[in-house]
């Protein structure tokens, strides 16, 4: 079998972890396919594309800050990623570029796993795209019959996508309310060369969690001392990026080759995001 060629393109992309995820499926599925961090600043977005696709590439994934933008390139959109507003993972047919996005779903699992579920109030940091697949989640599947989300950025202001049960509020809004059962951080604080510290203090983020709330922050890897190490210290449940990259990775990797992966090439998937 001939060798394709996939990859990641990003802005900053030499932190992430995809490359060793998906090499690692590839080797335990025994295809001789390569996977790539490609740095695309935002302007070259369109011309990475449409020369991915002339290339013959098997598919890439996207993440920041691309997955917004991507819908303008993209010629065709399955479901996920027009309800979501965001493409997390391109798929080549016929040499045209299909946005998809299973970060949705990669993050409804991830937070399954750590026993979230029937939320009457959560808390999204960040109105990024990668923000947009949590939010579809949350109001789909993670939210209770009452249950109202906080949606957190420091320009609430900004034309954004309206959705039930979802308010979109500034930093210092948010603090005010009923105590916070599930917080996520979406934006790119904490990450490599990324902003050091949210418009408030960690500390009152954390003081508006409920008792036990579950706190998920899907930078990877996940910062020391940062907003998890707060929240476990105040008895929540904490989980960092990696199970919702792995899932995400998984249903990526199993659009571009059309087949579903065993639990044995997941499990390789998952070792290799590392400690
Ligand atoms: P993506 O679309 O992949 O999520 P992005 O649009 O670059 O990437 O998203 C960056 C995220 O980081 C945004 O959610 C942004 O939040 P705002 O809604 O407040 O703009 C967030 N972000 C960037 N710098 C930040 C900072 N200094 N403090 C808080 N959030 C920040």
Redesign the pocket.
């Known amino acids: 079998m001939l060798p394709r060629c996939f990859g990641v393109l990003g802005d900053p992309v030499a932190h992430s972890r995809s490359p060793a995820m998906h090499a690692a499926a590839f080797a335990a599925l025994g295809l001789p396919h390569r996977y790539l961090a490609f740095h695309v600043p935002p302007a070259g977005l369109g011309a990475a594309l449409r020369g991915a696709a002339a290339l013959g590439f098997g598919g890439l994934n ?7 933008e991507a819908l303008a390139h993209c010629d065709a959109l399955a479901d996920e990623a027009r309800r979501i507003g ?1 493409v997390n993972t391109i798929l080549f047919e016929r040499g045209t570029i299909v946005g998809h996005n299973t970060d949705g779903r990669g993050f409804a699992a991830a937070a399954r796993a750590l026993g979230v579920g029937a939320v009457r109030s959560a808390m999204v ?7 947009l697949a949590v939010l579809d989640a949350i109001v789909g599947e993670l939210l209770g019959p009452e249950g109202q989300v906080r949606w ?4 609430p202001g ?1 034309p954004g996508r309206d959705r039930d049960r979802v308010a979109r509020i500034g930093y210092a809004q948010a603090l005010a309310g009923p105590p916070v059962e599930l917080l996520v951080n ?4 904490g990450m490599a060369r ?2 050091a ?3 408030v203090p960690t500390e009152a983020l954390v003081g508006a969690l409920a008792p036990g709330a579950a706190v998920i922050d899907i930078v990877v890897p996940r910062p020391a001392g940062g907003l998890l190490d707060l929240a476990a210290a105040a008895g929540c449940a904490v989980q960092d990026g990696r199970e919702m990259l792995l899932w995400q990775g998984v249903w990526a990797e199993e659009l571009w080759l059309g087949r579903s992966l065993g639990p044995d090439v997941v499990g390789a998937m998952w070792a290799a995001l590392g400690a």
């Open positions: 996207l993440t920041v800050p691309h997955k917004v965001a940091l960040g109105a990024g795209g990668a923000s957190v950025s420091r320009d900004a979406t934006t790119t604080v990324g902003p510290g949210f418009p």
